[in-house]
C-alpha cells in the first residue's frame, strides 16, 4: 500500500530502477515479449457465406428432398404383387417413408406418377401411371447392370471409417445418397462379395466390415496423377481443386492462408490418420480430403449437411465438422434453400471430367421430370375449375322475372331455372325469361313457354286468358 502512495515516488524509483527512462536501456529481461511468434491457425478464420444463384438453381439438388418420399412411396406399390395399394397401406407410415405432409395429399399432388382410383369400399387405391411405371423398370435395369458399381462405392465408404467398419444403421442412412435400393444389404450374395463380412461392434450394433489390402486412391490424387503432379507416395502435397464463386472477395491474409493451406501434406481418407494432431492444419486438410472424397460418391455430390453428422464418430471427424464446410468456400457450397443446409461438391459441377457421373442420376432426373408435368397437370385442373365454374355462373343468374297479372296485381319472380319447376309443381303459372339462358333448359326446368321478353305476345295472350278464366268463376 505504500508504494500507491504519491509520497513513496522516489522510493519506486529507487527499488525499480528500469522503470526510469534514465536507466530502462540498461535493463533487459530474460525473455522480451517480442522473441515469440504468435502463428494463428487457418482452422480459426472465419469465411463469410457467398450466395451463388447457379449451385441454388441445379434441380436435382433442389428436388432432391421431395423425390426421396417419392421414390419410397413409389416402391411401396410395385412391392405389392398386384401393383396397386389402398391409402390405409400407407397412410400411418408417413414418418418413416419420410412424407412432409398427409400421405394421401402428397400422393395426388404428383397425378403424373401416381394414380388414384377408387377400389373396395370405395376406399381410395393409387397405382403407377403407364409413364412412372417404365422408368421404374428402367431404375431396375440399373441396379442390375451397374451393380459392381454400387459395391465399390459401398466399399469406399466403409474403408474411409477408421476401423473399416460401419454400423448397418449408419449403412442405411447414406443409401439414399449412395444410390443403392432399400433392399441392397438384404441380398447379400448377389450384392456382396467375399471382401464383405457381417460383424457385431463393441456397442452391440450389427456392423459391416470390409477386408481389403489393395490401396485406395481419392478422386485428388488420381486426378493429381493424371495431372502429373502427385506420383503416388503418402503424404505428398496435393491441392484441392478451387472453384471461386462469382463476386467472392477474400482479404489478402486469407488468400495467403488458403496458398499455404494448400501446400500441405495431403492425407488420404483411405489411410490411417491416427499420427495427426487434432488442431493441426494438416488434420484440418485431411478432413476436407474426406469430405470432398464422400461427396464425389454420392448421386447429386451433395447432401444435407445434418445428415453427415452421424458419420463423425465413425469417421475421426471433429465436433464441429461442418466449420470445414464454410471455410472453404472455393471447394464446396452451402445451398440454404428448401429450409435445410446442402452442402454441393462444386468441382463436380464446375469440371465435369474430373468425377465420374453416377449411373442413377439419369434415372432421377426423369421422375423429376414427372414432377414437373405434376405440376402443369393441377395447374390445368385448377384453371378448368374456375372456367367451369364461371359457366355456371352464366347459368344460374341472379335475376328478378315479374309476371304482372292485369286483374289480381300478382307477382311471380323467377331467381334461376331450378325454381321454375318447383313454381310449376305448386300450380303457378311459370313464364322463362329466354334473355340469358337457353330455351330448352328453361323448358326443362318447367317452364310453360319462353318468351323473348315483356313486350312478347305470347306474354299477353296468356295473362288475357288467365282474365277470362277468372270471371267465369
Known sequence: ???????????????????????????????????????????????????????????????????????????????????????????KRGFALDVPMKVAKFLRKYPSIFEEFSGEYNYPWFKLTPEAAEIDREEKRV???????????????ILMSKEKVLPLKIIQ????????????????????????????????????????????????????????????????????????????????????????????????????????????????????????????????????????????KCMGLPQKVHRAFERHPEIFYLSHKNKTCTAILKEAYCDESAIEKHPLLAVRKKYIRLMRESAVILKNRRVNGRLAGAGNMELDLDLE??????????????RNPESLGTRSIAGMPVVGLGTRNPESLLLDAGASFVIKDFGDPKLWEALEELEKRAVKQ
Open 1 to 91: 500500500m505504500l508504494l500507491h502512495k504519491p509520497t513513496s515516488k522516489t522510493l519506486r524509483k529507487l527499488l525499480f530502477p528500469y522503470q526510469n527512462p534514465i536507466f530502462s536501456c540498461l535493463y533487459q529481461p530474460q525473455n522480451p515479449a517480442y522473441i515469440y511468434t504468435q502463428k494463428a491457425n487457418y482452422v480459426n478464420v472465419y469465411m463469410k457465406w457467398k450466395k451463388d444463384s447457379y449451385f441454388d438453381t441445379i434441380e436435382h439438388i433442389d428436388k432432391s428432398i421431395v423425390l426421396k418420399p417419392i421414390i419410397n412411396l413409389k416402391n411401396c406399390i410395385t412391392e405389392d404383387p398386384n401393383g396397386c395399394i389402398p391409402i390405409y397401406r400407407v397412410s
Open 173 to 312: 442412412r447414406m443409401e439414399w445418397y449412395l444410390g443403392l435400393p432399400d433392399d441392397f444389404l438384404h441380398y447379400t450374395e448377389k450384392n456382396l462379395d467375399r471382401s464383405f463380412r457381417f460383424v457385431t461392434m463393441e456397442d452391440g450394433l450389427e456392423g459391416l466390415a470390409v477386408d481389403s489390402g489393395e490401396k485406395v486412391l481419392s478422386v485428388v490424387q488420381r486426378n493429381a496423377m493424371k495431372n502429373g503432379v502427385y506420383s503416388g507416395g503418402s503424404m505428398e502435397a496435393v491441392e484441392f481443386p478451387c472453384f471461386p464463386s462469382k463476386g467472392l472477395r477474400l482479404r489478402h491474409k486469407i488468400k495467403d492462408w488458403i496458398e499455404e493451406f494448400q501446400k500441405l501434406p495431403y492425407a488420404s481418407p483411405y489411410e490411417d490418420s491416427s499420427h495427426l494432431q487434432p488442431d493441426s492444419d494438416e488434420c484440418e486438410k485431411r478432413v476436407v480430403g474426406l469430405l470432398h472424397e464422400l461427396l464425389s460418391l454420392f448421386v447429386e455430390h451433395s447432401a444435407e449437411r445434418k445428415k453427415l453428422f452421424c458419420l463423425k
Open 143 to 157: 441396379y442390375e447392370d451397374c451393380r459392381e458399381d454400387l459395391r465399390d462405392r459401398l466399399k469406399k465408404l
Open 401 to 414: 322475372h315479374k309476371c304482372e297479372d292485369r286483374g289480381g296485381g300478382e307477382n311471380t319472380k323467377h
